[in-house]
């Protein structure tokens, strides 16, 4: 894979969500009953933000391509956002955009997430982002955005964008049978685990690596604390992750997807690029919330 070097950057598109951030939890609530957590921390969420987030650490170019709300939960994260050292040309702010509220509850060996979705995912200037001169890669992050606009992948190929999908877990779209063919073209496929194996029915990693490798020219599978996989044509590679003090897993895929996508465009071998992104999301979980910009404020407000 070659580049033009002048265009170095990514374009990261979808949802910006905002994060109300439970840890410390000893049990997933149930119906009828109330749990209480040690903490809860508002941090800006979603996977196209966390992905250009740590991009931004990583020094790589990003601008987000995404709605986002003028409700006062969202204006209350909006320096959040104006801090992230991330592009943000292409952000459109709609009143029908917000509030889109993730609630994330973390116990000790188990997540849960409950969100709100709000407005369209891709706003209405996006061709104007989709002809950024910097872009080389268009990095959707979830395949809820895609279904939302099918001509998305086939629009950025028109203008000699890569393109990369996380599909993200959504119960009503990740049994679709009609997922892989919606993602034509799509050069980096980037599911966890649970995600290729809902995708495929496979019974294995190994089988839904294989399946999913006859569809797309790079799938990487993240493996959570296992680590990560990988198949390009007939390579197949596997690298554990380190053992690390999980603090928060909420974005870790999404901080693997940056760490692998930056190695990716600078062109490193395939191995140098998926312990780059199992690096990326070993930081990642060392914290509370998905991106770093959120550590920081979370810091700075509990001194």
């Not at 109330?34 to 800006?44: H, K």
């Not at 599909?167 to 980096?188: E, K, M, Y």
């Amino acid at each position: 894979m070659k580049t033009n070097p002048s265009r170095d950057a990514i374009l990261s598109v979808g949802r910006i969500y905002c994060d109300l951030v439970f840890a410390g939890v000893p049990s997933m609530p149930q119906m009828g009953r109330e749990v209480f957590a040690q903490s809860m921390q508002p941090v800006l969420g979603g996977g196209a933000f966390i992905a250009a987030a740590h991009l931004v650490q990583l020094e790589r170019p990003v601008a987000l391509l995404a709605s986002y709300g003028i409700d006062p939960l969202s204006l209350a994260l909006e320096p959040q956002l104006d801090a992230s050292g991330i592009e943000l040309t292409f952000v459109e702010r709609s009143a029908d955009a917000g509030p889109q509220v993730t609630v994330v509850i973390t116990a000790p060996n188990d997540r849960a997430f409950l969100s709100r979705r709000a407005g369209k995912a891709v706003p209405g200037g996006f061709e104007a982002a989709l002809g950024w001169e910097r872009a080389a890669l268009l990095h959707i992050a979830e395949y809820a955005t895609l279904a939302e606009q099918p001509d998305l992948v086939a629009r950025a190929k028109a203008h000699g964008l890569l393109v990369s999908l996380d599909p993200s877990w959504d119960d009503t779209l990740i049994s679709d049978p009609r997922l892989i063919s919606a993602c034509a073209g799509v050069d980096v496929f980037l599911p966890n685990a649970e995600e290729a194996l809902a995708i495929t029915g496979a019974a294995t990693i190994d089988d839904a690596l294989n399946s999913l490798a006859e569809s797309f020219p790079l799938v990487v599978v993240k493996c959570g604390g296992k680590g990560a996989v990988l198949a390009a044509g007939t390579t197949r590679l596997s690298i554990p992750a380190p053992k690390v003090n999980v603090v928060d897993p909420t974005g870790a895929g999404d901080a693997f997807n940056a760490g692998f996508l930056d190695a990716y465009l600078r062109e490193r071998p395939l191995p140098e690029c998926l312990a780059a992104g199992i690096a990326a999301g070993s930081r990642s979980v060392q914290s509370i919330g998905g991106a770093p910009v959120s550590a920081h404020h979370f810091a700075d407000r509990t001194g």
